[in-house]
């Protein structure tokens, strides 16, 4: 079972969609800084598609692409309710391909800290590079060892909604860079009784200049790295920061 799936149906009610909301506007931003080459797009690792589907609203020809089917599942009746078109598919961000080439893709929400080793790091930013068009846009934001050191720690975090409670234990691996974090996730089911669901989630944060060496190998090129939903570079506290990347016109 990948990581995600049990959590899928509560991961927007468990406060999760945040993230999502704030992220619409700050990418609204973005774009008028880093304009893009038409209005199709793929957001990787989409999970429940709250970003997804706040293109296609507004006219976008959109794509999600996550591992785990059950958030799919999530994005697909959200797509349903709001009678609007996604086009999903399950797969390893590492290997994705799609149909056709695309104006702008993102990826959002610690999905690039999953990637567990550099060469899996640059894996993605090359099936990145082979999906987007010429002058097309890579906007991807990533934690720092600031947050995966310093907030995240060696902690226990509670969180508790409506039928819904959560107990995360991290811990952090020095050498390695390493978070782990174990998530033991009770839920309530219609008959008042809660289901216990347990995953085991991994993220590494990289430093700066191995992100921007990982983009360059795989043939984009930095435009500029933000403090996350900010406009300013980071400074060295940063806890996220956005990479916007782009890929090379067509010299002929
Ligand atoms: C924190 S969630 C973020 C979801 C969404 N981007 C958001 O902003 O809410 C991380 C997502 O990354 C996906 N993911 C993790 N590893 C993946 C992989 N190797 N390929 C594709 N998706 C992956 C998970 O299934 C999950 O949906």
Same mark, same amino acid.
């Given at each position: 079972?990948?990581?995600?799936?049990?959590?899928?149906?509560?991961?927007?009610?468990?406060?999760?969609?945040?993230?999502?909301?704030?992220?619409?506007?700050?990418?609204?931003?973005?774009?008028?800084?880093?304009?893009?080459?038409?209005?199709?797009?793929?957001?990787? &690792?989409?999970?429940?598609?709250?970003?997804?589907?706040?293109?296609?609203?507004?006219?976008?020809?959109?794509?999600? *692409?996550?591992?785990?089917?059950?958030?799919?599942?999530?994005?697909?009746?959200?797509?349903?309710?709001?009678?609007?078109?996604?086009?999903?598919?399950?797969?390893?961000?590492?290997?994705?391909?799609?149909?056709?080439?695309? &104006?702008?893709?993102?990826?959002?929400?610690?999905?690039?800290?999953?990637?567990?080793?550099?060469?899996?790091?640059?894996?993605?930013?090359?099936?990145? &590079?082979?999906?987007?068009?010429?002058?097309?846009?890579?906007?991807?934001?990533?934690?720092?060892?600031?947050?995966?050191?310093? *907030?995240?720690?060696?902690?226990?975090?509670?969180?508790?909604?409506?039928?819904?409670?959560?107990?995360?234990?991290?811990?952090?691996?020095?050498?390695?860079?390493?978070?782990?974090?174990?998530?033991?996730?009770? *839920?309530?089911?219609?008959?008042?009784?809660?289901?216990?669901?347990?995953?085991?989630?991994?993220?590494?944060?990289?430093?700066?200049?191995?992100?921007?060496?990982?983009?360059?190998?795989?043939?984009?090129?930095?435009?500029?790295?933000?403090?996350?939903?900010?406009?300013?570079?980071?400074?060295?506290?940063?806890?996220?920061?956005?990479?916007?990347?782009?890929?090379?016109?067509?010299?002929?």
């Amino acid at each position: 079972m990948a990581i995600y799936d049990q959590y899928a149906k509560v991961y927007d009610d468990s406060g999760q969609i945040a993230f999502s909301i704030k992220m619409i506007p700050y990418l609204e931003g973005l774009l008028q800084l880093h304009p893009v080459p038409g209005c199709t797009m793929l957001d990787l &690792a989409c999970g429940t598609g709250t970003v997804a589907l706040s293109f296609a609203k507004q006219g976008w020809e959109v794509y999600g *692409v996550d591992a785990s089917q059950p958030m799919l599942d999530q994005a697909k009746q959200k797509a349903e309710q709001t009678s609007q078109e996604l086009i999903l598919s399950q797969q390893d961000m590492r290997a994705f391909v799609v149909p056709h080439r695309l &104006a702008l893709i993102t990826c959002l929400y610690d999905s690039l800290n999953y990637m567990l080793s550099l060469g899996d790091l640059t894996q993605v930013f090359r099936c990145v &590079a082979a999906a987007l068009l010429p002058d097309g846009v890579f906007m991807g934001d990533m934690n720092t060892r600031v947050t995966l050191e310093e *907030v995240w720690g060696n902690n226990t975090f509670f969180v508790e909604r409506e039928g819904i409670a959560l107990v995360m234990l991290s811990s952090f691996e020095s050498q390695s860079g390493l978070s782990t974090v174990d998530i033991a996730g009770f *839920v309530r089911q219609d008959d008042g009784r809660y289901s216990r669901f347990d995953e085991h989630h991994a993220e590494i944060a990289y430093p700066d200049e191995q992100v921007r060496a990982a983009l360059e190998a795989a043939g984009l090129q930095v435009e500029a790295a933000y403090e996350c939903f900010h406009f300013e570079p980071p400074e060295e506290d940063a806890r996220r920061i956005m990479w916007v990347a782009r890929k090379p016109g067509d010299r002929r």
